[in-house]
Nanobody, 129 residues
Framework: RVELVESGGRSTQSGGSLTLSCRVS????????MAWFRQTPGKEREGVAAIDDVGGTKYADSVKGRFTISHDAFSNTLYLQMNNLQPEDTATYYC???????????????????????WGQGTQVTVSS
């Protein structure tokens, strides 16, 4: 059974840092394309970062230089290190996964949620100014 469980979201102030975790069961994350998305009410879901099965990464322009995606094979956990957080980073963050045979190219302009088949329940990040 596939399960993705996010944690680490909380309230923080502008300029602060947070690390989100996504514990995965049911498959080996280093063999899948993994990603973080975020969404706020009334806005479209935004692809934040992705890492493929060979370690290639992709970031949205809005988070480049501030966020880092990584994974740990031993714990089968995906991470998102977020630095210099700003109020516009406030959102519910979701981890997502897709089989590499079905994965989108990380050279595409943006990450699309429709390309991912497994999702977590989300974790809330709130950044105050």
């Amino acid at each position: 059974r596939v399960e993705l469980v996010e944690s680490g979201g909380r309230s923080t102030q502008s300029g602060g840092s947070l690390t989100l975790s996504c514990r995965v069961s049911g498959f080996t994350i280093t063999r899948y394309c993994m990603a973080w998305f975020r969404q706020t009410p009334g806005k479209e879901r935004e692809g934040v970062a992705a890492i493929d099965d060979v370690g290639g990464t992709k970031y949205a322009d809005s988070v480049k230089g501030r966020f880092t995606i990584s994974h740990d094979a031993f714990s089968n956990t995906l991470y998102l290190q977020m630095n210099n957080l700003q109020p516009e980073d406030t959102a519910t963050y979701y981890c997502a996964a897709v089989d590499p045979l079905l994965a989108p190219s990380l050279s595409a302009p943006t990450l699309r949620g429709d390309d991912f088949e497994y999702w977590g329940q989300g974790t809330q990040v709130t950044v105050s100014s």
